[in-house]
C-alpha cells in the first residue's frame, strides 16, 4: 500500500485517541508510558520516534526536552496546539534513515508501536541506540505475538507470515489503512542478545510487549 501515513491517517488516529474507547492503551500502554516519564530526572531529554498523536508528549514536565518525530504534519500541529510545551521540538522524521537529531545525545528514546509499520527493524533499533547518552534508555512496545490482529481488520489484501494489510475498524468506529509487519518476540530478543545489550521485557496487558534496553 501506498504512503498510508497521510492526513486522513493522522485525522482518524486522533479521532480514536480522543474517543479514550482504545482499551488496551488507556489501560495498559498510556499508564506504562506516563511512570517513565514522571520517572525521569529534571530536565531529561526524550526522542519519541513516531510519535503519533501525543501520547508521550501528554505525560511531559515543564523541565523536560521534548523531540518529536512524525511523518503527517496534521500530528505535529496536534501535539503542539494540545500539548503546549517550553521545550517541544516537533518535526519530519522516518526510520530507519531519515532521524535528523544529535547522537548520543537522548537520556529516554522511544518507539511506541512504530516497530510493526517497518518491514525490517535491526536498522532501526541501531539508530535508535545510536541516538541515546550513554546510561540513557530505550523503550521500545509493539504488539505481543499472542494477539491475533486479524480479527480487527475488516478487509484484508495481505496476510501472511511477514505481515497483515488491509482496512480496519478503530475502536472508535474509523475505517483505517494499515499495515502490521510481524516482528516476533523471539526475533527481537535475539538481536538484542546478540549485540550484548542488557534489557528488560515486560508485558503490558494482553496486547502490547515492551523491552527497556539500557545503553552502556
Ligand atoms: C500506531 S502509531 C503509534 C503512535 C505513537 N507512538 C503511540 O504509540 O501512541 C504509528 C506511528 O508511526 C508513524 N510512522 C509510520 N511510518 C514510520 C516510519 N517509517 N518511521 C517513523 N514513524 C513512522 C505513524 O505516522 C504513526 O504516528
Redesign the pocket.
Known sequence: MKNI?NKK?AES?IKNYESKKDVNRVKN?EPFIKKKINDLKPASKIL??????G?VAKFLKQSHHYYG????KT?LDYIKKIYPHPNLHLKF???PDKVDVENSYFDLVIA???LH??PSFKKSINLLLKKTKPGGRVIIVDFRDSLDLSYVFTNVIQNDKKAIKGNFLSYSGEKMKAEVYYHREKEIEKFLKQKQLKFKKKYLGIAFVSYEITKD
Open positions: 501515513y491517517y488516529w500502554l519519541d520516534v513516531g510519535c503519533g498523536w501520547m518525530l512524525d511523518i503527517p500530528f522524521g522516518k526510520l511506541s508501536m512504530v509499520v517497518l
